[in-house]
């Protein structure tokens, strides 16, 4: 949730300043503050000390959730005197709306009868109807973050030294990272993305079978979207982990829808540190990056599916695949070669800059391109590699090795390899696809190119082979090593060897953001683009299919690879 207008994060907590705070268990006692005209009224020499109300954690070892009453002058005045007067502990208390900007918020005591008793009770006056808003969606949710933080948690302890996150990941990486998804204007461009977005709902609606009364775990929940959809489906209770600020958003957005919020408990940290009062019967998360790995959020993913979820309980997304074909896009190549011509000057301010031509051309070569491209500029049917998050160890994650293999269809020029990806959403009643395949409508993603300097002559029939090795880094992303050979062809081409080969090392978490959309274009007869994009159509719609079905069921010519 985001901080009221007059909430103030101090040490820790979250402060609010009050109109008046007055002790109901002390009847005699005065309001701890009072409106200026009633103090002017009363002939007070000066206006009353403002209240202030501050939530956080208990002293001691204890890290209780609390709400204290102070008075201005600071914590240790607090109102209702000391002895834990103005202290109420979250878990025990309850707060009722008296009115727009007023409330009482009651401590309960022991029961020693059928009737619920309370120890104390304060009566609270806000400024403003919206600050009295804010005050009850954080004392509702950090009363229930206190509770899952008091219960013995079966899902393994939490660290008190680094995390498993924090030794593989540089800390500038992940501060950037963190701040990066803690802004409104990043999540809005995810939101704003209707395949993505639309196939999520589609997924998560469609299946209300797998969510209808289960504990979901939404992991890197973000602006909290995809537990909204977990509610709506009928999920039990839904815990949204989010490591970033955007937590604070996401606590406001979903106590802004009230027939959801109350299943709904947003708690901020990483998942590998986090714990849950239970296990969950289902993990949801958007965890894709660029090249589907990007970011390394699929190693969180995959962690949180050991931490949380139950035996056999189901992954939404529940496969994901790496899809690569050979292209040929003379532009592109001419348009990154160009980049480097700045270099060549031998007079630039009487400077001579050729020195550096070799490795500023080399340099932008290393940048996968991210832009949308037109289908017809592959060479080859695609083939694919499989992740299943089921099943994958997350060290499988921190180096991919694909071997490529295609069958040239045209003789032409050969400058890289096209990478795209899409994801299964294996629901017990509709199987559903996120595809960012070229020619499918466009997605935040769009598709990555790895563009070669030395580009490869190929002709019809030609077989290219090589090798797609990704290596993960510390700054959240993958060096990629792209190796492409082509083999001799014709009669007598299986005694001989390679003709050429061409080979780049490229940077995943530096790419060039190209985004062109790609021309309209019409297909003549004598065409047929979309044989080379069947590897993601697989036919998913019978619903007793098997899973192995799913991954291991090739598409016609795809040449299809299985990891």
């Known amino acids: 949730m985001e901080a009221p207008p007059s909430g103030e994060r101090q040490g820790g907590g979250l402060e609010f300043a009050l109109v008046s705070v007055s002790d109901l268990s002390r009847p005699s006692a005065a309001a701890a503050a009072a409106p200026a005209s009633s103090a002017a009224a009363a002939g007070a020499s000066a206006p009353p000390s403002p209240v202030v109300a501050r939530f956080g954690g208990g002293g001691g070892d204890s890290g209780v959730a609390e709400l ?3 008075r201005d002058n600071g914590p240790s005045d607090v109102v209702g005197g000391g002895g834990g007067g103005g202290v109420v502990e979250l878990a025990s208390a309850q707060i009722f709306k008296l009115g727009p900007v007023q409330s009482i918020c009651m401590s309960e005591g022991s029961e020693t009868s059928k009737e619920k008793s309370y120890s104390k009770g304060f009566n609270i ?18 009363k229930k973050e206190g509770s899952i933080k008091g219960t013995h948690l079966p899902n393994g302890v939490l660290s008190t030294s680094k995390s498993k996150f924090d030794d593989k990941i540089e800390a500038s990486s992940a501060k950037m990272y ?3 998804y803690g802004q409104l204007l990043h999540q809005q461009n995810m939101l704003q993305d209707y395949v993505r977005t639309g196939t999520y709902y589609a997924a998560v609606i469609e299946n209300r079978a797998d969510f209808t009364g289960r504990v979901v775990v939404d992991v890197g929940a973000g602006s909290g979207i995809l537990s909204l959809f977990a509610a709506q489906a009928g999920a039990k209770h839904v815990y949204a982990v989010e490591a970033s600020e955007m937590a604070e958003y996401a606590r406001k957005l979903i106590a802004g829808n009230p027939l959801l919020s109350q299943r709904i ?25 660029t090249l589907l790995v990007n970011e390394r959020m699929l190693e969180s993913y995959v962690i949180a599916r050991d931490r949380f ?47 550096l031509y070799g490795t500023a051309f080399q340099g932008y070569f290393s940048q996968p391109v991210v832009d949308a491209f037109d289908p017809r500029l592959l060479v080859a049917p695609s083939i694919f590699h499989v992740i299943d998050f089921t099943k994958a160890k997350e060290e499988d994650l921190y180096e991919i090795d694909v071997p490529l293999r295609f069958t040239a269809n045209v003789g032409t020029r050969v400058h890289g390899l096209a990478c795209w990806f899409d994801v299964l959403f294996n629901g017990s009643t509709v199987p559903r696809w996120l595809t960012t395949a070229p020619g499918s409508p466009t997605t935040h993603w769009y598709q990555l190119r790895c563009v070669l300097s030395q580009p490869l002559y190929v002709m019809a029939g030609q077989e290219i082979t090589g090798r797609l090795h990704l290596v993960a880094h510390k700054s959240q992303s993958y060096t990629i ?19 050429q080969t061409s080979s780049g090392k490229l940077d995943l978490k530096e790419p060039y953001y190209r985004m062109s959309q790609p021309q309209s274009y019409t297909v003549a007869q004598d065409q047929q683009p979309h044989q080379l994009l069947q590897s ?12 192995t079905d799913l991954l291991e069921q090739p598409a016609q010519n795809s040449g299809a690879h299985f990891g």
Request: aromatic share 14%; net charge negative.
């Open 68 to 70: 204290r009453f102070y």
């Open 481 to 499: 090593y792209l190796t492409l050979s082509t083999k001799m062809w014709g009669p007598g081409a299986e005694q001989g060897g390679i003709l």
């Open 265 to 289: 408990t947003v708690i901020k940290g990483k998942v590998e540190e986090v714990e849950l009062p239970e296990k969950a019967d289902i993990l949801i998360s958007e965890p894709m990056g």
């Open 178 to 180: 963190f701040h990066y």
């Open 309 to 355: 979820l139950v035996p056999d309980g189901k992954m939404f997304p529940t496969v994901g695949r790496i899809h690569m074909a050979p292209f040929s896009d003379e532009y592109l190549f001419v348009e990154i070669a160009n980049k480097a011509l700045f270099w060549q000057q031998q007079s630039y301010y009487d400077v001579d800059l050729t020195p």
């Open 536 to 547: 993601q159509e697989l036919n998913v719609q019978t619903q007793d299919i098997e899973e």
């Open 125 to 142: 006056h806000f400024k403003t109807e919206e600050e009295s808003e804010a005050f009850h969606c954080t004392f509702e949710q950090l």
